[in-house]
């Protein structure tokens, strides 16, 4: 691929295939390789006189220079897309996530390993709630928009609302990450059980066991169940 601007930026050049080529021979043939297929807009090739791109530590990186904790980073980033879409947004995050770790110096010593992956999916695409455990198709909910936990909780918490309670108990025991989507009808029911708990306790974070944390899916679903019925 090679350097180039993109409006003026400098992207990060992806390498056709990661690892044992072989291994992975079927699936890229099955899917079409991601590194291949998805272009950047507005690619044009970097005009030599640019002093920028002959700045160290600046500007666009080989994928031959990157440290292996990285590469498996990259694989686990587009592993988890689900759509071309998701793989367009999942480059384009990438390639400023590494050019920003280049230029600060940091993409050795970096720990890749336990960088989260962000939350590429539209909308539009259906997800499953961490409350009731059933699939919902955020877009197509009664609110105005579809949100993630990280729009309706700002982070880090600083005053425990009843949401932000039930937002902690989710992510604590239900495997909730913060850019997942919101399944606002649990949300509603969550947040009830955590004033209640909360005025209970007198506490503005209430403990809850893993036991208790099962009864308040059991009842989540319970609400739903009943409100489909009525409809």
Known sequence: HGHGDVEGQSFVSFPATFGNRSAKKARIEQRGNVFETTSFTKVTPAPQTSKKSKR???????????????????????????????????????????????????????????????NFTDASTPAKCHICLREFTPAAQDVAAAKRWNEVVALPIVQFTPQAVAATWTAQFGGMKWDDWVHFPCLETMSTKAQE???????????????????????ARHVIDEKEMQQ
């Not at 209430?206 to 009842?219: A, G």
Request: with cysteine.
């Open 56 to 118: 160290k530590g600046q500007g666009a990186v080989s994928s031959k220079s990157w440290p292996p904790t990285l590469r498996t980073f990259v694989e686990r980033v587009f592993e988890k897309c689900q759509s071309s879409e998701e793989r367009t947004k999942a480059q384009h995050w990438l390639k400023e996530t590494i050019a920003e770790a280049n230029e600060d110096g940091v993409l050795w010593s970096k720990d890749w390993s336990v960088m989260a992956v962000p």
């Open 197 to 219: 708990f909360q005025k209970a306790s007198k506490k503005m974070y209430p403990d809850i066991s893993k036991h208790k944390w099962k009864e308040l899916q059991q009842w």
